[in-house]
């Protein structure tokens, strides 16, 4: 279930601007994931992350696993309208084996 | 094609009715996951399975019921016991073993209950 702090909540920004995300947790995790869900689709992932402190890109997105092993952050360069859409950081948990995650970052880019 | 397939991707059902949601994969993965998306909001989870045979309950798993006979296929049933059914419902699977155990998604099924 849900149990991670992601924010923003939402965001509207200018095709052309870098967007920033991030996700906190209470506790540690060993791998950070990173989702997109288009409406009406169910959630694909975008980036994956397994080791505290790698920074891993995946063409105009970057992620990166905080070295507290609490916090990721997914950052999209120069953005395009098909960047619209919502973000999702999950995470598996320790002890359950279920996986975490945010509310979502709601993403609109006005052309 | 290796994946997550979830049928119908639109069910209508009246009220009162049960229903029962199809989840396949072919991913060789050992758990597999229903999850609840209402408009706006987050992924809730409903039931999982680590094994066949066996499930645990997720957060809102009233009016809800699963089985896993096979590791391929994790139907749910949404029962008539369940105050508010429409939504959007999401399966999802993923490897335990291993460092990899990144989890996938189906493209979800949208119940509308009229």
């Known amino acids: 279930g849900q149990q991670l702090n992601q924010s923003p909540q939402s965001m509207f920004i200018q095709e052309g601007e870098d967007v920033s995300m991030n996700c906190t947790s209470s506790s540690i995790f060993n791998t950070w994931l990173w989702y997109k869900q288009d409406p009406g689709e169910g959630p694909v992932l975008l980036i994956a992350?397994?080791?505290?402190?790698e920074l891993t890109s995946n063409g105009r997105l970057t992620a990166q696993f905080g070295i507290t092993r609490k916090d990721s952050f997914l950052n999209i360069s120069a953005s395009i309208p098909s960047d619209v859409g919502i973000y999702f950081c999950?995470?598996?948990?320790?002890?359950?084996?279920?996986?975490?995650f945010g509310a979502g970052t709601r993403l609109t880019v006005k052309p | 094609d290796g994946g997550i397939t979830q049928s119908p991707k639109y069910l209508f059902r009246k009220e009162g009715q049960n229903v029962t949601l199809s989840c396949e994969q072919n991913?060789?993965?050992?758990?597999m996951y229903w999850y609840r998306q209402d408009p706006g909001q987050g992924l809730r989870l409903i039931y999982y399975?680590?094994?066949?045979?066996?499930?645990q309950k997720g957060d809102i798993a009233e009016g809800y019921s699963v089985s896993r006979e096979k590791k391929e296929s994790f139907p749910l049933t949404v029962t008539s016991a369940q105050k508010n059914p429409t939504a959007f419902y999401l399966c999802a699977s993923r490897k335990l073993a291993g460092l990899y155990n990144e989890q996938f998604f189906g493209p979800g099924t949208r119940l509308t209950v009229l």
């Open positions: 992350l397994y080791k505290a402190g």
């Open positions: 991913l060789n993965h050992d758990a």
């Open positions: 399975s680590q094994i066949v045979n066996d499930f």
């Open positions: 999950a995470g598996p948990d320790l002890n359950l084996n279920d996986m975490r």
